[in-house]
Structures are given as C-alpha cells and as structure tokens.
C-alpha cells in the first residue's frame, strides 16, 4: 500500500469518518462532467494512488468558423498517473459539441475549452475563436460584390493573397445600422407631454412655448422626459435652452418639426445630459433648391448660368431674399452615377460659391434664376454649362447651426432625421463629450433635393473628450460631412518657465487646466519642439499665463516665441463607426484629433478627401497634429484622394515624422482618382492588408517628407492591365519605409 494512502486512511480512521466509494466520472454530449458514487465503505485501505498534477492543453486551431471542427492535444504530468483521464468541457456549452477530443463549434463567439483530469486534481484551459461561416466565392464574385454595397457582405475570395485579412468586415455592419444605444428611460423619471402646455400640430410657432418648457423642466431635479404626439409642429423662431439637466425630448413615429424660416434649429448653452430622440426636422421653404440649366452666357469677366428651379420651389417667398442681403450661397452641377443611381457633384463641372458666386436673381416673368459666376474664383475654372444640367444651389451657407451647442456636457442625439440645413448641420464649440447614434442628415425622401446643409454636417471646435458618432448616415452637404478640430495658441512671452500664449482666431477660447500636456511646433515647416505640462495658469485677458514643468528656450535662434502651442489633453478622441458618408461636393472627414478610430464606415463619391488625417499650421491656425488614429475595416468607393496623412506649414513645407502612429488596415479602396493613400510630414505610419481595385493609376501609395512606415500585406487589382505599376511611389525626403509582401494581382480574367 503506497505511503499517502496509509496517511489518508489514518487520518479518515483518527477523525471517526467513513471513507467515501470511489466516483466514476463520464462526459454528456454537451461536455459536461457527471459523477455517481458505487457505494460505500468503512475500509480503511483505500488506495488513492498517483495524481495527475498538471495537464498541457492545446488546440490543432485556435479561430474557426462556425460548422468547423477542432482536434484537442492532450498530456498528463506525471505521465505515470494512476487514473490518466481527462474530461473535456466548454464555457459557455452551448457553443461546441464535444465528442472525445474532437470538438464541433456550433456557434460564434469566444469559447473557454477546459481539460480536467478525472481525479479532480488538475485543470487546463485555452480560448477558441470562432467566426460566423464565410461564404467563399470565386475571385470575381467576390471583386464585384464588394463594391456594389455600403455595407458588409461576408464573401471571401476562394484564392488566398487578396489584401485584406477580414473582407467580411469591410464596410457597414448592416446588422447593427439600426441598433438602440441611448433609450429612453421609463423608470424613476418625471414626464411631460408638450401638449399639456399648448404645444400642438398646427399652432402658427411653437418656439416660445417650447423654450419655455425646455428650460422650465431642465431646472428641475432628476431625470425629465417631454414627449411630442405624432403630427407636424411648426416653429417660427430656433428653440433655444440654456443650463438644462437630465432631460429627453422625444418624437413618436410621424412627429414632424417643420422650421418657417431659415434659422438654427436648437441653441443649446452650458446644458447636461440633454437627450433628443425620434424626431424628423425640416424647413419649408428650403435654404437648398434643385433645378436645371436652361442657358449660359459669358462675358470676359463672369459666366451667366439661367437655371429653372423645380415645380416644388417657389422663389417668390420672402425667404429667398435672404441672399440678396447676405450674399453668400453657393452652386454647383450634378450628374448622375449609374452604379450607384445618385445625383454625384461633378468635379470637372462648375462647383462655385462666395465669392465666386457673386449674385443670384430671380426673374418673375420668366421663372429663371440667374446666377453670376466670377471667372477670377482660384479654386474653381468656369466653365459653360450645358443645358439640361442638373444644378444644386444654396442660399447660405455658414449663417447657422441646426443644433448648437455651446460649453455643453454630455450631449446625445439617436434616430434624428434632418433633411435640410442653412449652415452647419451640428455644431459643437468646446464643452464634452458628444454621442450621435442614428442621426441622418439625408436627402428627403420624394424630393429632388441635393444638397443637404450648406456648410459641414458635423462640426466640433475645441470639444474636450468623446465625440461618437454612429450609425450614422451623412449626405449631400457643401462643405465636410465631419470636422473634429480645435486652434493652435502662439507664444507671445517666455520667462523660465513661465510663458504666455495668446488666442490666434476669435472662434472659441482655448483654455488650460492644471496637468494638460501642451505641444509645441514651429511654424516653419511644422516641426515638433517639445512637450511640456501646465503646472499654474494665470488668466490674462483672453491669453494665458502658464507655468511649465521646465524652462522653454527664449532666446537667438533657439526662441520659442512665436511657436505654435497646442492642448494636446483637451484634444478631441473621435470614434466614427458604421456610418456611410456619400455624394459630397467637399471632404467626407477632416480629422484633428488624438486616440481616433474610424472604423467600418463606407465613404462613396466624396470629392477633395474622402478622410484626411491632418494639421495644417496655416492662417487659420487649427490643431493639433493627430497621434494614435486607427482606420479600419472601411470602403472608399469612387472618390477623390481616399486617405491621406498630412501636416505643412503655410507655404506647403513639411518636416518627416511630425504627424506619428496611424495606422491603416483592412481597408477597400475602389476606383479612387487621385492618390489612395497619401503621406506626408508623416512618421510611424502603418498601411497593411488592404485591398486597392484600381483604374488606370501606376501606384496606390504617394509619400513624402515621411520618415517611418511600414507597407505590407497589400493587394492590388486592376480593371484593365497597367504598366510601369508600383504599390508605393516614394518621393522625396522619405526615409526607413519597408514595403513586405504588397502583392499585384493584375487583370482578373
């Protein structure tokens, strides 16, 4: 009898206790252990045996698919073991089958495999991804599918080489386009219903008496819910709320807000935890009209372009005199794009606004607007329409903001629907923190509309914290679908370590807080200096006085004055997630932000930079230069130099390396014209398994003055055979980029 048997028999007789019969353990279908005992007995002369003391788990595959199976390798320590056995088990269950050591996965998601030895003495574990099925196709089933989406489809080429590591993952999640992320709270909330306080379809202008109940109920304590009934409110004023608190204002399905003039929607002031829900806004009549071109003319110093506006606008309204006070306003010819069947702003044609549209009047009599293009417009040439032109033309352009916010906290918006706005269509300046989810600003369905908002759809300036947007749908704007920015500060005095910073635009203040990082660059060829921290801050005015955590150099040639600082800590972290930005006159995103992702976005016929990643140290002196950006899983189809990677100062001169950590993968790229991928004053930059189904171009990627990239695992595919192809055209100042493993894949047969 071995010694730890004596011991335990011993030990078992010395305390009165029976020892119990030995368990014979067996595994169920699902992997799970049972036991049954097989009787009992006072023999004190059990024999226990060798126990296994460790177990060494592994997995022939560590990520499948659902439907695959999964061979389990297992060894005991000692190898001697009295009772060598071992159960497998999974967690959750439900997700495999186990049959012996092979395991069958049943469904996706994230599985713990657990060996246990049958002696209860040891246990090992390993993890098993599992992915849903992937429908593979063959190579041109599956080129032609990817681009005919927004969306992600989950075809897989048959062949391998293909760029991207995930194509199922590339576009928008189509399954959670229209998932809930901030409801409406039912429970210990105070409601309100608009309706009891004489807010009603049909009244002439709801606005006062909606401010007034906005701000009266955001006075209060705890969280408040006003409700609208179904039906079309009208509003002849913005609705303006200032230092409101916890409070949802929510639409049921056909609740309407219609705006009688050209105004901002809301203002929102120094409020917290303001929600809007379910609510669809429009103005009528609208600042944007659609029309055709009838005829031009020109003479040596302007073209005249006779457009007759669509039966479902009316230019006699008052409204339309707006332009002739402000003049500001802008014009621009369509055509239409059969593949994706879309109204497209067309870059070779005439896309005009002040002061190059100089003046637009409406004649009665013949019911044509007219409309004077400046021939000495630089960013754009005129040329002579031809009649039958489709023409989308706006009557303002920055006047105003459909929501915005000024110095607010926490500021959400989900399943908002707006189809037209004169000026920007969001508009937040500094505060924290801003969650979109569901919020479209489409063409309204049924219309001939273009153009949506006159300027950018989304626009934060100085935000501090998050900016989220998903599932979002933006379109059809004049200027950026988003722009994520804050300003640069100028060093105006150095003292040791005492130096002051004066605002360089009046747009918004930039201010400083106790323990911010602060980045410095020169101006000239926007080069990185240093960092430092705010230690005290003195306030002077608009400018600061900050105290660092070091001296900044001060004099000769080594002077910091007149460098440009930037608060690196209140830069804004932008998350754009599944959300499709399409049919743009101007950039589908200009980021200037730090700690960004983009990710699983589709941006379609985008002209002038589908996304630029940037920071431009020019006279409108935005910031800061990005860091940590990760672009991924996205489609960029039919646009306009899709990505680029950017930082220069005022005469174009960039410095390598100053824009650092960006990465770019598993990324589509359709029929781009212009540049793919485009890099400069750029360092640390990553660009890796992405596929480029390109027409006609001799490279996908352009850089320069870049020192630091790595280019691999890229594919390339073209529509007809090019010669003279490289994946990465390297042009000046480029240093230690390595190219590894960027395949051409040529003309698909």
């Given at each position: ?228 009934e179904n039906g079309v409110y009208e509003f002849g004023n913005s609705i303006t709320v200032t230092s409101a608190k916890d409070v949802y204002l929510v639409g049921k399905e056909g609740t309407k807000l219609m705006f009688t003039g ?488």
């Amino acid at each position: 009898m071995k010694k730890t048997a004596l011991l335990a028999t011993f030990l078992l007789a010395s305390l009165g206790l029976a020892a119990c019969g030995p368990e014979t353990p067996s595994i169920s279908s699902s992997g799970e252990i049972s036991s049954s005992q097989e009787g009992s007995s006072s023999d004190s002369s059990i024999d226990i045996g060798i126990l296994v003391h460790s177990i060494s788990l592994s997995l022939d595959k560590e990520k499948v698919e659902v439907g695959d199976e999964v061979q389990a390798t297992i060894t005991v320590s000692p190898a001697n073991a009295t009772n060598p056995n071992v159960l497998l088990r999974a967690n959750p269950a439900d997700s495999v089958q186990i049959e012996g050591k092979t395991i069958k996965t049943l469904k996706s998601g994230t599985v713990e495999i657990i060996a246990e030895s049958e002696d209860h003495n040891a246990t090992a574990s390993v993890t098993l991804t599992i992915e849903e099925r992937r429908n593979r196709v063959d190579d041109k089933v599956f080129l032609n599918a990817i681009h005919t989406t927004p969306y992600a489809t989950n075809t897989y080429p048959t062949s391998e080489g293909w760029g991207l590591n995930e194509a199922g993952k590339v576009g928008v999640n189509q399954a959670t386009f229209d998932e809930e992320r901030y409801p409406v709270p039912t429970e210990s909330v105070s409601v309100f219903y608009v309706s009891d306080y004489g807010i009603a379809p049909g009244a002439v202008n709801n606005a006062g008496k909606l401010s007034n109940l906005l701000n009266e109920v955001g006075a209060k304590e705890g969280t408040k819910v006003v409700y609208f009934e179904n039906g079309v409110y009208e509003f002849g004023n913005s609705i303006t709320v200032t230092s409101a608190k916890d409070v949802y204002l929510v639409g049921k399905e056909g609740t309407k807000l219609m705006f009688t003039g050209w105004m901002s929607y809301f203002r929102f002031t120094a409020c917290e935890n303001f929600h809007l829900n379910n609510l669809v806004l429009d103005m009528n009549p609208s600042p944007t009209i659609t029309g055709t071109v009838v005829s031009s003319e020109e003479d040596s110093s302007n073209g005249y372009v006779y457009v007759r506006p669509d039966a479902e606008y009316d230019l006699t309204n008052a409204e339309y005199e707006k332009y002739e006070l402000r003049h500001t306003g802008s014009y621009a010819e369509y055509y239409f794009d059969e593949e994706f069947q879309s109204y497209v702003p067309d870059r070779s044609g005439n896309l005009f606004y002040d002061p190059g549209l100089k003046d637009m009047v409406y004649d009665r009599d013949t019911g044509l607007l007219k409309c004077t293009l400046s021939k000495s417009f630089r960013p754009c040439a005129y040329k002579a329409p031809k009649a039958g032109t489709i023409v989308g033309i706006g009557f303002q352009v920055y006047e105003n903001m459909g929501f915005y916010y000024r110095n607010c906290i926490n500021s959400y918006m989900e399943n908002v629907e707006v189809y037209v706005v004169p000026g920007m269509g969001f508009r937040s300046d500094n505060g924290k923190n801003v969650y979109l989810n569901r919020v479209r600003f489409i063409r309204e369905p049924g219309t001939k509309r273009l153009l949506t908002c006159t300027a950018d759809i989304l626009h934060t300036c100085n935000l501090e914290g998050d900016a989220i947007f998903s599932n979002c749908i933006l379109e059809g704007s004049h200027d950026d679908g988003v722009n994520v920015k804050s300003f640069y500060t100028s060093v105006t005095a150095i003292r040791n370590n005492k130096v002051t910073v004066a605002q360089t635009q009046s747009e918004v203040t930039i201010a400083f807080d106790v323990g911010d990082q602060v980045d410095v660059y020169d101006p000239n060829g926007m080069k990185y200096k240093d960092t430092f921290y705010v230690e005290e801050v003195e306030k002077s005015g608009s400018s600061y006085i900050l105290t660092l955590d070091k001296n900044m150099p001060s004099r000769g040639s080594n002077s910091y004055i007149g460098f440009s600082l930037g608060n690196a800590t209140k830069a804004v972290h932008l998350t754009l997630e599944n959300t499709i930005i399409r049919n743009k006159r101007n950039r589908g995103v200009l980021l200037q932000g730090r700690h960004s992702t983009v990710r699983n976005c589709t941006f379609e016929n985008v002209n002038m930079g589908a996304l630029q990643i940037l920071s431009v140290d020019d006279r409108f002196k935005e910031a800061i230069v990005p860091e940590d950006v990760i672009v991924e899983n996205n489609k960029f189809l039919k646009c306009w130099d899709d990505v680029s990677i950017f930082t220069w100062d005022a005469k174009g001169v960039a410095t390598p390396g100053t824009l650092k950590d960006v990465t770019v993968q598993n990324n589509y790229f359709y029929h781009g014209v212009g540049s793919s991928v485009f890099l400069k004053g750029a360092g640390d930059i990553k660009v890796r398994n992405n596929l480029f189904h390109e027409q006609g171009k001799t490279y996908a990627l352009r850089a320069e003055q870049v020192d630091g990239a790595i280019l691999e695992d890229n594919a390339t595919y073209f529509d007809t055979n090019v010669t003279n192809y490289q994946f990465a055209s390297l042009r000046s100042g480029v240093t230690n980029v390595t190219e590894k493993n960027n395949t051409i894949k040529g003309v698909l047969a």
